[in-house]
């Protein structure tokens, strides 16, 4: 761009914004959404957010005169001509970025903001261009980016502006970061080169050692010309050979200020926001909140909100504070309103903050507030006590008194976790929110750390604060007990005293932010932000709607179950004290051992470790398929006492007092798999083969002018089975409808489908259900009753009618073995840790887990995607149904009797297109729903 001439403009002032680093952080910042005619939008809605914000903030602080955003047009630029690797290793952008890329250029001119790029060129040469303008006129120039390739450019008027810390980098900051002043910025880069843009350097050199050669030497070239006079030989060595490429380097990293453009400063004047420009990009794309935001600034030049001045008027407020060192840690027990309000206005300032709460119950339905605690820089978090009190009761004492009202606390954080411009990242943040539901607070945008990390690394470690902390941070967490104790001394966390609460509280804050900054990256380098933006994080939202709306039970039921149990285990034990010839306690293993292989000997017995006879639910099994007859009346009495003691006893202690339900807990990152599991109670574990399992579920009912609904897909792990290996026969069947168990019947043992033996068809059923697991000859034979050469040579002849199904399982373990996880249809790794391990046993169950986990994760993801749709499906029809529970293949709803036809249609819609348009699957997924009072009619 050629210098433009004239008078000095005195006082004017260039904003340039880096378009391209604002695009990603919008992207990041909220889940998928789409308009009406289903384009993706959740950045660009992120990036109108921040800049509605930027204007609002310009218009509060020191004004400029001129304003661009500036983006880069493409992946190729003249750099590539120098080095085609440059930036080879990028990885694509992400599929539903794509489109939004266009959009957020009509974002910026709908604004009434320049937006600016040029093919051939990069976002910073454009930039450099601009900044070397700005000085030749005499005019200021701040870039708003923390780009680091950008700080050469600093000085001489020109500065840069940090986006989300929010704070000025001059010489010194630069000087800071790069051991060099701005204009020797470039040197030490081409000497360290640069990994993420492929930017080569020179091997076995890093930036403090670049910078210090830099400051001896003067500049690059010198250094190269005299490189004999440097004593280490590794180092001179790598500077010889590698001098070409230092070259090549600096090429690549400085800044082109010479780029061709039509545009001229003055065209880049600010001007006032146009309402004509605006509100048809807003209503054309759904942005109703940002327009209902905006309000009537839509007619004003740039005007500033009154919640930002008061955001500023708080922050400026509070002194500056260093940031904290490495490893260091700033905590604040934060005791009034005043405080908190600034703490608030800086995270609002910042766009993001960490966030845990401290309540008195795992039971977030029943928990009560203790406290919560923010962070918005690593190293630095508050807590803010609520209702602490004096240990054992007693009245407060002074430093415990000192707590902000709960009213207002919440009412001044409100705004701060439902503000769409704000990142609410937390850990597990599922519980807060379904507490803070309870006062009425919606937490959104967010982000879960635990949910990234299962994105990334689901099967291999837990995913847990405390072991993420260790593993990615090195750092050992201040544990629960260290400030509650143990046992019978455990206090309730409202009894600890505020030091104590709040280094272990603002911890959870500030360690949860770390573990954002390192993680959240990854996801895109790794391939797996589509799992997490589709499958992970709008899942939350839904599981805390259902887990409030829990499920009716009738309790009068469940005693009177719990009473039949009681009077028909008296009756087994009589039976079984018959049958062992004398009186025992029939719960304790031990006596039972004596019994069976002491006095009765029986055969198969085992010791264990601790010379007891082994009596596990294997042991009897065995025995009772040898016919005798105790061992099979004990699995029967412990069958009931596990009934009893799990569900109709403790059912009864766990409905809420306030709603008459149960609330169970939805794990979401438990299994490898991507399968929920369900806590407290867990409802996923009923049995539902045996008469007595199904009683239980006649306990669940539904309220009062409603009926349950459940919906079940029909054998979906054999259907994606027959989708993902290929199996043309399964996949016919599928789509004819036919019988799959007597057709694979038919085809391994060789006899027509029509008038087949049900017990012929019962064998195929668990040959097909079994190779899904890996089932050997000896499982299948335990689980048929026939010899275990029998079972062997049905498996034999499955996999020569199958052969695609061992040539799917081969391929599945030797993908195991090589890379340490497979996937899903969609996307998600399941580690198998464990597969190359040295004992065979260890490495056998691994390689079942392995054939498994592409099924069962697959069915996971598709039970996932169907939850996710359906309050909106539904929502959108005007029904009034809920979602109550996830059990395996099933949903339960709970449906108004005037709306039964409308919402079977709905769910099935779902349900059976949950894949689209991700997967288009092979076969058919087929969804059968029925009605009844009680869970039990409905399946």
Known sequence: MPTETGAAAGGEHLYLVDGSGYIFRAYHALPPLTRADGTPVNAVLGFANIMARFLAD?????????????????????????YPQYKAHRPPAPEDLIPQFALIREATAAFNVPALELEGYEADDIIATLAATAKARGARCTIVSSDKD?????????????????????????????????????????????????????????????????????????????????????????????????????????LKADVPMDTGFDDLRIRAIDSAKLLPFLEENDFRSLRNKLGSRLAAPLAGTAARAADAAAVAAKPAEAPAAPGTTAYETVTDLAALKRWIARARAAGIVAFDTETTSLDAMQAELVGFSLSIEAGKAAYVPLRHRARGGLALDGEVAAQIPVADALDALKPLLEADDVLKVGQNLKYDMLVLRQHGIAIAPFDDTMLISYALEGGAHGHGMDELASLHLGHQTVKYDEVTGTGKDRIGFDEVGLAEATRYAAEDADITLRLHQALKPRLFRERVLTVYETLERPLSPVLVDMEAAGILVDRAELARLSADFAARMAEMEAEIHQLAGRSFNVGSPKQLGEILFDEMKLPGGKRMKTGAWG???????????????????????????????????????????KTGRVHTSYAMASTSTGRLSSTDPNLQNIPIRTEEGR?????????????LMSADYSQIELRLLAHIADIGALKDAFARGIDIHAMTASEVFGIPVEGMDPMIRRRAKAINFGIIYGISAFGLANQLGIPQGEAGAY????????????????????????????????????????????????????????????????????????????????????????????????LVFEVPDAEVAATKAVVVRVMQGAALPAVDISVPLVVEAGTGHSWAEAH
């Open 58 to 82: 310009l218009d509060n602080g020191d004004r400029p005169t001129h304003l661009a955003v500036v983006f880069d047009a493409g992946r190729r630029t003249f750099r590539n001509d120098i």
């Open 150 to 254: 950008l700080m050469q450019l600093v000085g001489g008027g020109v500065d840069m502006m940090d986006p989300v810390k929010i704070r000025s980098i001059g010489p010194d900051q630069v000087i800071e970061k790069f051991g060099v002043p701005p204009e020797k910025v470039v040197d030490v880069q081409a000497l360290m080169g640069d990994p993420t843009d492929n930017v080569p350097g020179v091997p076995g050199i890093g930036q403090k050692t670049a910078a210090e050669l830099i400051n001896t030497y003067g500049d690059l070239d010198t250094l190269l010309a005299r490189t004999g006079e440097i004593k280490q030989p590794k180092r001179r060595e790598n500077l010889e050979t590698h001098a070409d490429l230092a070259r090549i380097s600096r090429e690549l990293v400085r």
């Open 615 to 657: 009596t596990g639910a294997d042991v009897l099994e065995e025995l009772a398929g040898q016919g005798h007859a105790l061992p099979q009346k004990i699995l029967d009495w412990r069958q009931l006492a596990k009934l009893k003691s799990t569900y109709t006893d403790a059912l009864q202690a766990q409905i809420n007092p």
């Open 695 to 707: 009683k239980i579920r006649r306990a669940f009912v539904a309220a009062p002018g409603t009926v």
């Open 795 to 890: 498996i034999k002849r499955y996999f020569e009618r199958f052969p695609g199904i061992r040539a799917y399982m081969d391929a599945m373990k030797e993908l195991a073995h090589r890379q340490g996880f497979v996937g899903t249809i969609f996307g998600r790794k399941c580690h198998v840790p464990g597969i190359n391990d040295k004992s065979a046993a260890r490495r056998a169950f691994m390689e079942r887990a392995a054939i498994n986990a592409p099924i069962q994760g697959s069915a996971a993801d598709i039970m996932r995607r169907a939850m996710i749709r359906m309050p909106d499906a539904l929502r959108e029809a005007g029904l009034a149904a809920k979602m109550l529970l996830q059990v395996h293949d099933e």
